[in-house]
Structure formats: C-alpha cells, structure tokens
C-alpha cells in the first residue's frame, strides 16, 4: 500500500510506530504531544494506555522492552524530568525489542511552564537523539528509531517541537510490519543494575555512543546538501525549514540524528563552506560540540537562546530586514481565560472573596493567577502544589498559611500530588489541599485518567474514588462539595483554613468542555432590576459584557448558564431561563 | 503552479478556525499542491487568540506565514483581523467576518474595543466584510458560519467552485453536508 495524505507531526509519529510494528505504547499528556497517543490507540493492533505519569509511562516501555517487544513512551519536554530516572538507567540496560521515547519540547512556551531542551538531557544519559523536520520525516524517524535501537542496543529518543508537532504535511503511507518478539532470557549483567554489573553497562554505554558517534556519517537521516560554497548552515528540525526558506542556494549539512553528531560530516562540511552558521532552537547543543572541535562558526552570537525561531528571524540577521510590509497595530490582548461555565471559576471565584492564597499547579486552573480572579500565588510543576504549601508551613510556622490552599487539578493529583498528600500526612501538617476535580485532563483536551473510569481506548475500567485515596493515606478530615455550591465551598474554606487539621476539600464539577454535557439554561440579566454595580463582572466569564448603557449583557451563545454569576448579583438581576 | 499561496485564519478560540484551514489544505491536496498547515493549539484554545497557516505550492518549507507574506487572512472576528493585517503581503487581501467577541481585557474594563475597526484597515488594504453569522442564522444553523466565510474568502484563494464543494462536502460530518455546501455557496455567491 502506498498513499499520499497530509498529517499532523504528531499523527505522522503514531503512524511510523503503528507501521514499525510497535506493540506497546504508555504515556502521560502534554502538549506538544498528546495527539500522538489519541492517534495510536485507533490502531487495534497496538496495546495504549494512559499512564499516571511519564516516569510510570517510561518504565512500561522499558518492560515491554525487556519483554522482547517493540515499545513506546511518549511526554512533553517536562515529563522527560519525571522520567530521567528510568532514562538514565534504562540507557545502561539497553534493551531487548526496540524502544523510541517521544519527546515534545516547546520553544516559546505555547503551553508549558520552562523552555528547557531535550537534547541536553539526552547527553547527559548517553541516549541518541533523532530530530525530524516534516511529518514525512516524523514517521520514517520513527521506523528508524528502532533499527538504531535494536542495532546498537539502546533507547532511541525522538525529539520534536510544538511546530512539527502540530503542523500538518504531506505523508506517503506504508503498511505495518509485523515484527516478531524477541526471545527473552534472563541476563543479570544487563538487566539488575546493582554496582557489579552498572560499572560494566556503563563502559557499554561509553563505547556504544563512539560507535554511534563514528557510524553516523553514514546514517541516512543526515544530510550533507553542498550548493553554494560561500555561505552554510548547520541545522537540525524545524530550523532547517526556516534555512531552506530564507536561503535556497545555501549548502546545508542536517543533523537528522542530533545526539550523537557526526564530526567527520561536520569536518568535511566546515571545510568546504566559507562561513558557517549553526541554526538549532533553544541551547547551543550542535554549536558548542563543533567549538569544541576547534572549528570556527557563528551560532548563539547572532541567534537567541529563546522562543520559536522563524525565517524573517534568519532574515533580520543576515540581511537587516525582513518581509513585515505594514506596521503592528495596537489590539487589546485577547489572553487565554477559563471557559464561561467552568467549574474553577466558581471556586476562585470564593477564593477571591475570602482573601485566600493559592499554592498553584499546572492545568488551566493556572489562569486563576490572572486579574480578575487572581488567586493563584505560584506555580511550578506538577504536584508542587501541595509540597509547597507544605514547605511554606513548616518555613514560616501554621499561622503563615492561615490565608492560603493548595489547588491542583483531578488528573495532576494522580499524576505526583498523591506523594506530596502522603508527605503532608506524615509530617503532621495542618494545610489545606483542594482538589479541583473535573473529571477528565482538560488543558491537554481532555484526556482520560485513573479517576475517570474510562482507558484511553474507551473501554470500562475501575475508576480511583479520589476522596476514599484520600482518607486511605491518612487524611481525616476529606469534604467534597460541588464546585458550583459557593456558599457551602466559602463555609468549608472557611472553617478548613482556620482549623488546625490537614484537609482535603474536593470540588466537584465536570469540564464544561467533555462531550455529552448539556446545557439546557442561559443566564439573562433582566435590564430593569440591573444597577450597573459591575459585581457580577468581577468573576471575568467571558460571556459578560456592558452594553452601551452600562447595564450588564450575557451573550447566550457564550453562555453555558452555570449561574455563577447570580451568586454575586444583590439584587436579583440575573435569572436563568430556557436556552 | 507558480509561487507559494500564504493563507492565514484568525480568530477566536472555539471558532472553528481550525476546520477551515483544513479544508483550505485538502483542497490544494487534491489539486496536486505541497501543503503545509500549522495550528495552535493549548493555551489558545481557551478563549484566546487563535492562528492557524495553510501554505501550498510546488514545494513548501516553513510551516508558517510571517510578517508581510499572507496573500489572504480570512478573520472570524474584526479586533483579530486588527490584530494581524500587518501579516498581509503589500496586495494582499483581508476577508473579515463582521462580529465582535470582546477580550477579557474589555470585559473587564482594563482596556476599550475599538471604533471602526473595518473602515481604518480599508485605508491600508483591500478589505471584504460579511456578516457570517447573519448569513449562518438564515440558513438555520449558525454552526455552518465557518462554510460562510470560507465560500465568501474562496475566490481570492483560488481553485474552482467545484474542487471547494468537493473537499467540504469530504470534510464536514456526513450528516450536514447539504447546509454546509448552501453556506459555502451563500458565502461565494455574496456581494463582494
């Protein structure tokens, strides 16, 4: 078989896993790389699942691996930090059937909370790396992943960027291959990594990277394209696109297999081409390597180290200007904003009232931080929510967290909030913790997850009772209320935060945006009762907004009638009617 | 086929942007072109700004449109269309769906919407207005409103009609084919 269409980078990745013969693949959602797990599980013939977290997904993979069969895990950037610790060893075992980790990194943050790059962290463990620049090149990347990681004995990564991600191009499709499973034996010295056969994996590791390093010259997702002498570029990704834009006649030496690189194929190309820039994404991985080599070329010198790189970018620095014809216009920021109906606004919209603080975590309820809610105080990574508020108390003494909560989503809370809960418990804290529980992943577009009831391929599973998870690690004092209930949620913040026992109060609302919710209401302000007074407004549902005379509309169309609003009308204003 | 066509779509998270700048690339797909089309996707969907490029040609690189390169920028909404007329080539051609959707930013009075959106970017460029969702309510469904629009910016895309009524029809769900196809057409067939 063979058929052109046009692909998602992210559905090309699936489609070179589904046709490499992959038989497992396990991952947590992250944007840039959600879609590829969505796309993989419409493939009976591969098992998917949705782990709780990456570093759960990493190591099913590895033991699928073991096992003698094709494997996959893949993350974000972020999830990457979850799953080193399995990475790192993982690339001292090697492995039995091949192993690709997709790993999605984000250069100008379209979703993500760092812009750290995949290819530092892939050195440092000694795993090869391989960077497609095209769908096209996403699959067969893929498909070559795992001839490099049964050849050479190692996990393959696949690095990928938001653009690649989430642009669509041209494929050509191919059947799958049915690959057979490797026997699998017992093999103390390359699968127990206990010091006696670690020190020995780890002169493997060494030589294998040499021989990687050497063979790579020769490996075909490396290009050498000499035209014009005078000006080149070293590149990888989806920078090289940006080159090939801007410069057509340029010569241009891509790195398809960016860790580890090639000096003989860099070697030949320096020394052909005149001047030579180094065009990479994020940190100067390629560029300090080729400084390193004693060869002269130009790179972070003229790039940046930040954001997404694009051709009028290239065009600026070699040639002073680009293609802008007009100017900016001024526009008011449209920012991103909970949805109208969404349950977190109605918590913060308590939280907000009360004077309350909130430890944050990732997921949309993240953009509780921006006026007019402005709850949120901090935000690092998953699960930091609850350690944090924990540290704040054991730092500053209980009085100091009088005034503030732990928010963090239903998903994020299975993924590494369970530990810090269980920390809390141990260490005798007197916090308060609210899980925000919507029943599904909803940043990432709403993704399924131990709590839910429901695999990633749709099928019936037990779903985790979050308040009984609770309770088990010790917690006694567990209240759950629904997220729309303000006067109950204001009455057990107030009682919980003020009280001296650790608490978990769960807010209880589904995402406004999982399929099958209805909503049959909309709220309407009643012109007349209407005083301008703006309190209703101070929630910022977007569905909001003042007409000509000051008085308060709500677009019906936007209007999903969860009647938050009504709660903070004091004059009965706005009432709810059929849709 | 000559040089490279540079199609933007802006709008609104939950507009639906993103189906049109898929119809738009399996059109030139099934005209024989190199498509690339590049979405936003995460944080944007909520309610923020939404991009999303289509480029076609014999050879395509960059996934994306920049700074002075659109040939066409259909907006489903006037502040975004504002907001990203500079992206337009110097003949370039700006399709406008005539509605407002204030940013939280007006909502909550930080910042004002402003006047005449339409009739300052005609000082500048060649502007078509339309109001989809008139035109999509008529119709008796104002989910088609995307079809509107997009039969309204066809002809300065290019491709014939049938090609267009061919690849809506494939894409859109099997069961509103019929009023999608009449909203591309009421689009097309609009004053311009």
């Given at each position: 078989?063979?058929?052109?269409?046009?692909?998602?980078?992210?559905?090309a990745?699936?489609?070179?896993?589904?046709?490499?013969?992959?038989?497992?693949?396990?991952?947590?959602?992250?944007?840039?790389?959600?879609?590829?797990?969505?796309?993989?599980?419409?493939?009976?013939?591969?098992?998917?699942?949705?782990?709780?977290?990456?570093?759960?997904?990493?190591?099913?993979?590895?033991?699928?691996?073991?096992?003698?069969?094709?494997?996959?895990?893949?993350?974000?950037?972020?999830?990457?930090?979850?799953?080193?610790?399995?990475?790192?060893t993982?690339?001292?075992?090697?492995?039995?059937?091949?192993?690709?980790?997709?790993?999605?990194?984000?250069?100008g943050?379209?979703s993500?909370?760092?812009?750290?790059?995949?290819?530092?962290?892939?050195?440092?463990?000694?795993?090869?790396?391989?960077?497609?620049?095209?769908?096209?090149?996403?699959?067969?990347?893929?498909?070559?992943?795992?001839?490099?990681?049964?050849?050479?004995?190692?996990?393959?990564?696949?690095?990928?960027?938001?653009?690649?991600?989430?642009?669509?191009?041209?494929?050509?499709?191919?059947?799958?291959?049915?690959?057979?499973?490797?026997?699998?034996?017992r093999?103390?010295?390359?699968?127990?990594?206990?010091?006696?056969?670690?020190?020995?994996?780890?002169?493997?590791?060494?030589?294998?990277e040499?021989?990687?390093?050497?063979d790579?010259?020769?490996?075909?997702?490396?290009?050498?394209?000499?035209?014009?002498?005078?000006?080149?570029?070293?590149?990888?990704?989806?920078?090289?696109?940006?080159?090939?834009?801007?410069?057509?006649?340029?010569?241009?030496?891509?790195?398809?297999?960016?860790?580890?690189?090639?000096?003989?194929?860099?070697?030949?190309?320096?020394?052909?081409?005149?001047?030579?820039?180094?065009?990479?994404?994020?940190?100067p991985?390629?560029?300090?390597?080729?400084?390193?080599?004693?060869?002269?070329?130009?790179?972070k010198?003229?790039?940046?180290?930040?954001?997404?790189y694009?051709?009028?970018?290239?065009?600026?620095?070699?040639?002073?200007?680009?293609?802008?014809?007009?100017?900016?216009?001024?526009?008011?920021?449209?920012?991103?904003?909970?949805?109208?109906?969404?349950?977190?606004r109605?918590?913060?919209?308590?939280?907000?009232?009360?004077?309350?603080?909130?430890?944050?975590?990732?997921?949309?309820?993240?953009?509780?931080?921006?006026?007019?809610?402005?709850?949120?105080?901090?935000?690092?990574?998953?699960?930091?929510?609850?350690?944090?508020?924990?540290?704040?108390?054991?730092?500053?003494?209980?009085?100091?967290?009088?005034?503030?909560?732990?928010?963090?989503?239903?998903s994020?809370?299975?993924?590494?909030?369970?530990?810090?809960?269980?920390?809390?418990?141990?260490?005798?804290?007197?916090?308060?913790?609210?899980?925000?529980?919507?029943?599904?992943?909803?940043?990432?577009?709403?993704?399924?997850?131990?709590?839910?009831?429901?695999?990633?391929?749709?099928?019936?599973?037990?779903?985790?009772?979050?308040?009984?998870?609770?309770?088990?690690?010790?917690?006694?004092?567990?209240?759950?209320?629904?997220?729309?209930?303000?006067?109950?949620?204001?009455?057990?913040?107030?009682?919980?935060?003020?009280?001296?026992?650790?608490?978990?109060?769960?807010?209880?609302?589904?995402?406004v945006?999982?399929?099958?919710?209805?909503?049959?209401?909309?709220?309407?302000?009643?012109?007349?009762?209407?005083?301008?007074?703006?309190?209703?407004?101070?929630?910022?549902?977007?569905?909001?907004?003042?007409?000509?005379?000051?008085?308060?509309k709500?677009?019906?169309?936007?209007?999903?009638?969860?009647?938050?609003?009504?709660?903070?009308?004091?004059?009965?204003?706005?009432?709810?009617?059929?849709? | 086929?000559?040089?490279?066509?540079?199609?933007m779509?802006?709008?609104?998270?939950?507009?639906?942007?993103?189906?049109?700048?898929?119809?738009?690339?399996?059109?030139?797909?099934?005209?024989?072109?190199?498509?690339?089309?590049?979405?936003?996707?995460?944080?944007?969907?909520?309610?923020?700004?939404?991009?999303?490029?289509?480029?076609?040609?014999?050879?395509?690189?960059?996934?994306?449109?920049?700074?002075?390169?659109?040939?066409?920028?259909?907006?489903?909404?006037?502040?975004?269309?504002?907001?990203?007329?500079?992206?337009?080539?110097?003949?370039?051609?700006?399709?406008?769906?005539?509605?407002?959707?204030?940013?939280?930013?007006?909502?909550?009075?930080?910042?004002?919407?402003?006047?005449?959106?339409?009739?300052?970017?005609?000082?500048?460029?060649?502007?078509?207005?339309?109001?989809?969702?008139?035109?999509?309510?008529?119709?008796?469904?104002?989910?088609?409103?995307?079809?509107?629009?997009?039969?309204?910016?066809?002809?300065?895309?290019?491709?014939?009609?049938?090609?267009?009524?061919?690849?809506?029809?494939?894409?859109?769900?099997?069961?509103?084919?019929?009023?999608?196809?009449?909203?591309?057409?009421?689009g097309?067939?609009?004053?311009?």
């Amino acid at each position: 078989m063979s058929k052109k269409t046009i692909m998602l980078g992210n559905e090309a990745i699936a489609r070179g896993a589904f046709e490499a013969g992959v038989k497992l693949s396990s991952a947590y959602p992250g944007t840039p790389s959600t879609e590829i797990s969505e796309y993989l599980a419409k493939y009976e013939e591969v098992y998917t699942e949705w782990a709780p977290n990456e570093k759960v997904a990493a190591e099913v993979a590895i033991g699928a691996s073991i096992s003698g069969v094709r494997s996959l895990a893949c993350m974000k950037h972020v999830g990457l930090n979850v799953a080193s610790d399995p990475l790192y060893t993982f690339s001292y075992t090697g492995v039995n059937g091949g192993a690709v980790i997709v790993v999605a990194d984000d250069p100008g943050l379209a979703s993500s909370q760092n812009e750290q790059d995949t290819r530092m962290i892939a050195r440092a463990a000694h795993v090869p790396v391989l960077e497609p620049s095209d769908s096209q090149e996403a699959k067969d990347f893929v498909k070559y992943g795992y001839e490099l990681s049964e050849k050479y004995d190692t996990p393959v990564i696949l690095r990928t960027t938001t653009k690649l991600a989430h642009s669509q191009s041209t494929v050509e499709l191919c059947d799958r291959v049915e690959v057979e499973d490797k026997e699998y034996s017992r093999n103390l010295s390359k699968y127990v990594m206990m010091p006696a056969s670690a020190i020995g994996r780890h002169l493997v590791v060494e030589d294998r990277e040499k021989r990687m390093a050497n063979d790579a010259a020769e490996f075909p997702v490396n290009k050498l394209e000499i035209n014009d002498k005078k000006i080149g570029f070293i590149t990888c990704g989806i920078a090289y696109q940006y080159v090939k834009e801007v410069c057509p006649n340029a010569s241009i030496l891509k790195f398809g297999l960016v860790n580890p690189i090639s000096k003989k194929l860099v070697e030949d190309f320096v020394n052909q081409v005149e001047t030579v820039y180094v065009f990479e994404e994020l940190e100067p991985v390629i560029e300090e390597q080729v400084r390193a080599w004693g060869f002269d070329v130009k790179g972070k010198d003229l790039f940046t180290r930040q954001g997404e790189y694009s051709a009028n970018m290239l065009r600026r620095v070699l040639f002073g200007a680009d293609d802008a014809v007009f100017e900016k216009k001024e526009a008011p920021a449209r920012p991103p904003i909970l949805c109208p109906g969404c349950p977190h606004r109605s918590v913060f919209s308590v939280l907000n009232k009360l004077k309350i603080h909130a430890s944050g975590d990732i997921g949309c309820y993240t953009l509780g931080a921006v006026a007019p809610l402005s709850v949120i105080d901090t935000t690092i990574c998953m699960g930091a929510s609850i350690s944090a508020l924990h540290g704040m108390e054991k730092g500053r003494g209980k009085d100091f967290i009088k005034n503030w909560v732990a928010v963090i989503g239903d998903s994020t809370f299975l993924h590494t909030g369970i530990n810090s809960l269980i920390n809390m418990v141990y260490n005798k804290a007197t916090g308060t913790v609210m899980i925000l529980d919507n029943r599904t992943t909803g940043m990432t577009g709403h993704q399924e997850h131990a709590a839910t009831g429901k695999t990633l391929k749709g099928e019936d599973t037990y779903a985790i009772d979050l308040a009984a998870l609770c309770r088990t690690v010790g917690v006694k004092n567990v209240i759950e209320v629904n997220s729309f209930d303000v006067k109950k949620l204001e009455e057990v913040v107030k009682a919980s935060v003020n009280g001296d026992e650790l608490t978990v109060i769960i807010a209880k609302s589904p995402c406004v945006l999982l399929k099958g919710q209805k909503f049959p209401n909309v709220c309407k302000v009643d012109p007349d009762t209407c005083r301008k007074c703006g309190a209703c407004m101070k929630i910022g549902c977007p569905a909001m907004t003042r007409g000509e005379d000051g008085k308060v509309k709500i677009d019906a169309t936007m209007c999903n009638g969860c009647g938050l609003c009504q709660n903070y009308c004091k004059f009965g204003a706005i009432k709810t009617v059929e849709r | 086929m000559a040089m490279t066509k540079n199609i933007m779509i802006v709008g609104v998270g939950g507009q639906g942007t993103l189906l049109t700048s898929r119809i738009i690339g399996k059109a030139a797909l099934s005209e024989g072109c190199d498509v690339k089309i590049s979405e936003v996707h995460g944080m944007a969907q909520r309610g923020g700004s939404v991009v999303t490029f289509v480029r076609f040609g014999e050879k395509v690189n960059e996934p994306v449109v920049e700074e002075g390169q659109a040939d066409v920028i259909i907006s489903f909404e006037r502040l975004e269309a504002q907001r990203y007329a500079h992206f337009l080539k110097k003949d370039g051609v700006l399709v406008v769906n005539d509605c407002r959707i204030d940013p939280i930013t007006v909502v909550i009075g930080a910042k004002t919407y402003p006047e005449n959106i339409i009739e300052e970017l005609k000082k500048e460029h060649e502007v078509y207005a339309i109001d989809g969702q008139r035109i999509a309510i008529e119709l008796g469904n104002s989910k088609v409103l995307n079809s509107v629009v997009l039969g309204y910016a066809a002809s300065f895309i290019g491709f014939d009609k049938q090609t267009w009524l061919n690849t809506v029809a494939s894409t859109v769900p099997a069961k509103t084919i019929e009023i999608n196809e009449k909203a591309f057409l009421a689009g097309y067939n609009a004053e311009h």
